[in-house]
């Protein structure tokens, strides 16, 4: 009997995944689901919280029945949410797979540094995996982690969810179509926004690579898998620049001190925490999904000042410990001559990206929803409207965090594995990209795949 085929303690007949032939890793049924697949998410931060209350709109589909969370107050507000028993509540990953399988599906949210023991001790007891990026901190333990999934059969999705948003898909139907002929080349802009960086990536859990990894992985993997997916060629060579240029004691504002709620010269500060979590406390939108997380779970004004007086997101972002860059281009050739250039800075507004694709009859202008199609020949301009807005995490990734979730659970209820478009290998592949534009960047040469 293999892993993947062990019975469930709660769930009777188990999901069997079976390798498809098109070099995917994806869900099929021996048989249909007659019963909503259970799951259990590693991580309640805000990406497994997110999966589960997906999930949760789907009672027919889906059903959350563990979760493992060093948090206890986020773990008991979880488990209350989604009615899960005493018995399905545990504090690390590592208690939770003590035990044999009790879920058909896994959702790996944890930090980045545990994904792939996490990742590689579940696909051999037998779970389907749903896994965040990005996949590892380095390229060997991504190959384990692929390895893992082979050897079990396992049905796993890699969360690249820009691949699945309406844009994404009205993007690639038009390029099929011949709208703007053959690609040639591509320019990508990843406008990060410069409250999200500074929670993120200079006070927040991606500031430093010894404790998470550099930031073109841990941002913007997306941005280059979904380069790879636009494009559908392998990348032949890679070259890349980048820095950290402002976040730096150096730049520091005269007078500045370590904290905000402390610091003579925070109100005119572009980076103050008081004023970023507290208009999050009064408002909607990001800033509000940016509160939460620091205060870990509803934001109260108590919590919030709490966590400025005392917690990492109320440290000056001139006098962190951060180390990552602030700023990075990335260089792209492709099989057959087309190219691409990528940027990612901190320095904008929160908004979505930005991509002009150059081809032999047109061009196409795209900023997440709407799609420009110049034609030569015409001299016209065609708009598609996908929709939805917001390709941020708080704005649901421009419904991408859903059409990925919902492509997974089908996949796997229907034995559809072609739903499955971030399996292991297409992400693998991305994720190699990453790593060689790292190396590029870190060694001042062009790097060759």
Same mark, same amino acid.
């Given at each position: 009997?293999?892993?993947?085929?062990?019975?469930?303690?709660?769930?009777?007949?188990?999901? /069997?995944?079976?390798?498809?032939?098109?070099?995917f890793?994806?869900?099929?049924?021996?048989?249909?689901?007659?019963?909503?697949?259970?799951?259990?998410?590693?991580?309640?931060?805000?990406?497994?919280?997110?999966?589960?209350?997906?999930?949760?709109?789907?009672?027919?589909?889906?059903?959350? $029945?563990?979760?493992?969370?060093?948090?206890?107050?986020?773990?008991?507000?979880?488990?209350?949410?989604?009615?899960?028993?005493?018995?399905?509540?545990?504090?690390?990953?590592?208690?939770?797979?003590?035990?044999?399988?009790?879920?058909?599906?896994?959702?790996?949210?944890?930090?980045?540094?545990?994904?792939?023991?996490?990742?590689?001790?579940?696909?051999?007891?037998?779970?389907?995996?749903?896994?965040?990026?990005?996949?590892?901190?380095?390229?060997?333990?991504c190959?384990?982690?692929?390895?893992?999934?082979?050897? +079990?059969?396992?049905?796993?999705?890699?969360?690249?969810?820009?691949?699945?948003?309406?844009?994404?898909?009205?993007?690639?139907?038009?390029?099929?179509?011949?709208?703007?002929?053959?690609? $040639?080349?591509?320019q990508?802009?990843?406008?990060?926004?410069?409250?999200?960086?500074?929670?993120?990536?200079?006070?927040?859990?991606w500031?430093?690579?010894?404790?998470?990894?550099?930031?073109?992985?841990?941002?913007?993997?997306?941005?280059?898998?979904?380069?790879?997916?636009?494009?559908?060629?392998?990348?032949?060579?890679?070259?890349?620049?980048?820095?950290?240029?402002?976040?730096?004691?150096?730049?520091?504002?005269?007078?500045?001190?370590?904290?905000?709620?402390?610091?003579?010269?925070?109100?005119?500060?572009?980076?103050s925490?008081?004023?970023?979590?507290q208009?999050?406390?009064? /408002?909607?939108?990001?800033?509000?999904?940016?509160?939460?997380?620091?205060?870990?779970?509803?934001?109260?004004?108590?919590?919030?000042?709490?966590?400025?007086?005392? *917690?990492?997101?109320?440290?000056? $972002?001139?006098?962190?410990? +951060?180390?990552? $860059?602030?700023?990075?281009?990335? +260089?792209l050739?492709?099989?057959? *001559?087309?190219?691409?250039?990528?940027?990612?800075?901190?320095?904008?507004?929160?908004? +979505?990206?930005?991509?002009?694709?150059?081809?032999?009859?047109?061009?196409?202008?795209?900023?997440?929803?709407?799609?420009?199609?110049?034609?030569?020949?015409?001299?016209?301009?065609?708009?598609?409207?996908?929709?939805?807005?917001?390709?941020?995490?708080?704005?649901?990734?421009?419904?991408?965090?859903?059409?990925?979730?919902?492509?997974?659970?089908?996949?796997l209820?229907?034995?559809?594995?072609?739903?499955?478009?971030?399996?292991?290998?297409?992400?693998?592949?991305?994720?190699?990209?990453?790593?060689?534009a790292?190396?590029?960047?870190?060694?001042?040469?062009?790097?060759?795949?």
């Amino acid at each position: 009997m293999t892993a993947a085929a062990r019975p469930t303690q709660q769930t009777g007949t188990p999901v /069997h995944p079976a390798r498809l032939s098109s070099g995917f890793i994806s869900g099929t049924l021996t048989e249909p689901a007659g019963r909503p697949l259970t799951i259990a998410v590693l991580g309640a931060g805000a990406r497994g919280s997110a999966y589960a209350d997906l999930a949760a709109e789907r009672p027919a589909k889906a059903r959350i $029945v563990a979760v493992a969370e060093p948090r206890e107050t986020v773990r008991e507000a979880f488990s209350a949410r989604h009615r899960i028993p005493r018995q399905g509540r545990f504090a690390t990953w590592q208690e939770f797979a003590e035990r044999p399988r009790m879920a058909d599906i896994a959702v790996v949210s944890l930090l980045d540094a545990d994904h792939v023991a996490a990742t590689t001790a579940l696909a051999d007891l037998g779970y389907q995996l749903l896994l965040e990026k990005p996949m590892a901190t380095n390229e060997a333990d991504c190959e384990a982690i692929a390895e893992a999934a082979r050897r +079990n059969d396992t049905a796993m999705a890699v969360t690249h969810v820009m691949r699945y948003t309406p844009y994404t898909v009205a993007l690639k139907q038009a390029l099929r179509e011949g709208a703007i002929g053959d690609i $040639v080349s591509v320019q990508h802009l990843e406008p990060i926004g410069y409250y999200h960086f500074a929670h993120s990536f200079v006070r927040g859990n991606w500031r430093r690579q010894d404790g998470s990894t550099f930031l073109l992985m841990a941002k913007s993997c997306h941005d280059i898998d979904w380069l790879s997916d636009i494009i559908g060629l392998p990348v032949r060579r890679v070259s890349s620049f980048g820095s950290l240029t402002h976040f730096r004691p150096e730049q520091a504002p005269p007078g500045a001190t370590e904290r905000c709620v402390s610091c003579p010269v925070e109100q005119a500060c572009a980076y103050s925490a008081k004023r970023l979590y507290q208009d999050g406390l009064r /408002h909607g939108g990001t800033k509000r999904y940016f509160t939460r997380i620091i205060s870990t779970g509803e934001p109260t004004e108590d919590a919030v000042n709490a966590a400025l007086a005392d *917690g990492p997101y109320g440290r000056c $972002v001139y006098h962190s410990d +951060n180390d990552v $860059v602030d700023h990075q281009v990335v +260089n792209l050739e492709y099989q057959g *001559g087309v190219t691409a250039s990528f940027t990612l800075t901190a320095f904008t507004p929160v908004q +979505n990206r930005h991509t002009k694709i150059f081809g032999t009859r047109g061009q196409i202008t795209g900023d997440g929803r709407f799609i420009e199609i110049y034609d030569f020949r015409t001299e016209r301009t065609t708009v598609i409207d996908a929709s939805l807005d917001g390709s941020s995490a708080a704005e649901g990734h421009a419904g991408g965090d859903e059409a990925m979730f919902n492509a997974y659970l089908d996949a796997l209820h229907s034995g559809r594995g072609e739903l499955i478009v971030s399996g292991i290998d297409a992400s693998l592949a991305s994720h190699r990209v990453v790593f060689a534009a790292e190396r590029s960047r870190t060694t001042g040469t062009v790097v060759e795949l």
